[in-house]
Nanobody, 131 residues
Framework: QLRLVESGGGLVHPGGSLTLSCVVS????????IGWFRQAPGKAREGVSC????????NFADSVKGRFAGSIDNAKNTVYLELSSLEPDDTAVYYC????????????????????????WGQGTQVTVSS
């Protein structure tokens, strides 16, 4: 059973930055696609980003494109989501998720796959953007 643990959330002013971390329990996760999602109170879960375990494929939702970036540190079994130019509308609980499906990796080339495509989820980390 793959386990994912997010961290790095917090309170930040508009225009600020945060880096979220997702530690994956398996040391070789290059066969997985890692997705980042967020859910604000009263809103549906939104796909933010996807990144292949090899780091060769990344994609972002239009709402965050140019402001968020993704990376992988295989030595630390960790996937990062770097948030910058944060806006109050970015306030949400952020989740990472994983899928071992090659189809999901192929989908990531086009756009971040939907939440139902992922099999494993972390517990989430709160990001609050407020002055």
């Amino acid at each position: 059973q793959l386990r994912l643990v997010e961290s790095g959330g917090g309170l930040v002013h508009p225009g600020g930055s945060l880096t979220l971390s997702c530690v994956v329990s398996e040391s070789t996760f290059d066969s997985y696609t890692i997705g980042w999602f967020r859910q604000a109170p009263g809103k549906a879960r939104e796909g933010v980003s996807c990144i292949s375990g090899s780091g060769g494929v990344t994609n972002f939702a239009d709402s965050v494109k140019g402001r968020f970036a993704g990376s992988i540190d295989n030595a630390k079994n960790t996937v990062y989501l770097e948030l910058s130019s944060l806006e109050p509308d970015d306030t949400a609980v952020y989740y990472c998720a994983a899928s071992a499906s090659p189809t999901v990796q192929a989908m990531c080339v086009m756009a971040p796959p939907a939440s139902y495509q992922y099999d494993y989820w972390g517990q989430g980390t709160q990001v609050t953007v407020s002055s």
